[in-house]
């Protein structure tokens, strides 16, 4: 059964930091790209970050490049995003997902999605 479990959203201050949790089964999380998206009202979802199967390789939106790191834990099934110097444009649903798709940040390369978790970043 493929499952996507996302914690960790809150209220932070502009400048704070938060640290998203993804838990997976076994099955997606051999997938050959793991992600994180996020959506804010009124927009579209878009890219974040993801990481290859072996964690070897990552890749960031320029928006997030410097703030964010996106690692994993293969022993627990679980892909984690330290988001750090937060802002108020940082504010929305944030998503993880997986697919089969190396190297890829487009929405349409992911099958797998958790049911979000909110991130809100005051000012």
């Known amino acids: 059964q493929v499952q996507l479990v996302e914690s960790g959203g809150g209220l932070v201050q502009a400048g704070g930091s938060l640290r998203l949790s993804c838990a997976t089964s076994?099955?997606?999380?051999?997938?050959?790209?793991m992600g994180w998206f996020r959506q804010a009202p009124g927009k579209e979802r878009e890219f974040v970050a993801a990481i290859s199967r072996s964690g070897g390789s990552t890749y960031y939106a320029d928006s997030v490049k410097g703030r964010f790191t996106i690692s994993r834990v293969n022993a627990k099934n679980t892909v984690y995003l330290q988001m750090n110097n937060l802002k108020p444009e940082d504010t929305a649903v944030y998503y993880c997902?997986?697919?089969?798709?190396?190297?890829?940040?487009?929405?349409?390369?992911?099958?797998?999605w958790g049911q979000g978790t909110q991130v809100t970043v005051s000012s």
């Open positions: 076994r099955r997606t999380f051999s997938m050959n790209t």
């Open positions: 997902a997986g697919g089969p798709v190396a190297g890829t940040s487009s929405v349409t390369d992911f099958g797998f």
